[in-house]
T-cell receptor, first 115, second 113 residues
Framework: AQSVTQLDSHVSVSEGTPVLLRCNYSSSYSPSLFWYVQHPNKGLQLLLKYTSAATLVKGINGFEAEFKKSETSFHLTKPSAHMSDAAEYFC?????????????FGSGTRLLVRP | GAVVSQHPSRVICKSGTSVKIECRSL??????MFWYRQFPKQSLMLMAT?????????EQGVEKDKFLINHASLTLSTLTVTSAHPEDSSFYIC?????????FGQGTRLTVV
């Protein structure tokens, strides 16, 4: 079965410093992986997705993620954090259900950005 | 871009009443929609997969008689929380699949008093 594990429940960085949000996946075959961001009391916004076309995936707002099969990881990074990046981030995988593919969310990582 | 509209954004209801939440795909047809529940400071939990013209597929542990899902058209799915109780208070989010993409509504904050 597929699943994703987000290794950190909270990450705190200073504005202008790099961001690293960790995600490991477990799958018997090449997964489809996503990173979503959720600002307080808001819906979800897709940052990027991996679908095997390229291992380094560039997303919106300067975020990117690298798919590393040898490490079964799909960590999210950004070179320089901005105050507006403070939010909840979810690593998500796509799993086949009874009738269609469905998204299963990781436990989430709350990113705090200090001025 | 594709937009999913969820309504209402907030609702307060009395214990024992039913509440209906709508999820509409505005510029694409969605044969498959999904309903999630999110408790404070927690992740999204998939409740059910809604398929147009057929019965919804519920995740283990989700009461199908409590959370009624109807997907009568290619652009509308509804979630009805029946006989709501305070423990049903939560943030409910819908998602619509526009293969290979998934689009999310803005969520509905349900408070049962």
């Amino acid at each position: 079965a597929q699943s994703v594990t987000q290794l950190d429940s909270h990450v705190s960085v200073s504005e202008g410093t790099p961001v690293l949000l960790r995600c490991n996946y477990s799958s018997s075959y090449s997964p489809s992986l996503f990173w979503y961001v959720q600002h307080p009391n808001k819906g979800l916004q897709l940052l990027l997705k991996y679908t095997s076309a390229a291992t380094l995936v560039k997303g919106i707002n300067g975020f990117e993620a690298e798919f590393k099969k040898s490490e079964t990881s799909f960590h999210l990074t950004k070179p320089s954090a901005h105050m507006s990046d403070a939010a909840e981030y979810f690593c998500v995988d796509s799993r086949m259900g009874d009738s269609s593919y469905k998204l299963i969310f990781g436990s989430g990582t709350r990113l705090l950005v200090r001025p | 871009g594709a937009v999913v509209s969820q309504h209402p954004s907030r609702v307060i209801c009395k214990s024992g009443t039913s509440v209906k939440i709508e999820c509409r795909s505005l510029d694409f047809q969605a044969t498959t929609m999904f309903w999630y529940r999110q408790f404070p400071k927690q992740s999204l939990m998939l409740m059910a997969t809604s398929n147009e013209g057929s019965k919804a597929t519920y995740e283990q542990g989700v009461e199908k008689d409590k959370f009624l899902i109807n997907h009568a058209s290619l652009t509308l799915s509804t979630l009805t929380v029946t006989s709501a109780h305070p423990e049903d208070s939560s943030f409910y989010i819908c998602s619509a699949r526009d293969s290979p993409n998934y689009h999310f509504g803005q969520g509905t904050r349900l408070t049962v008093v």
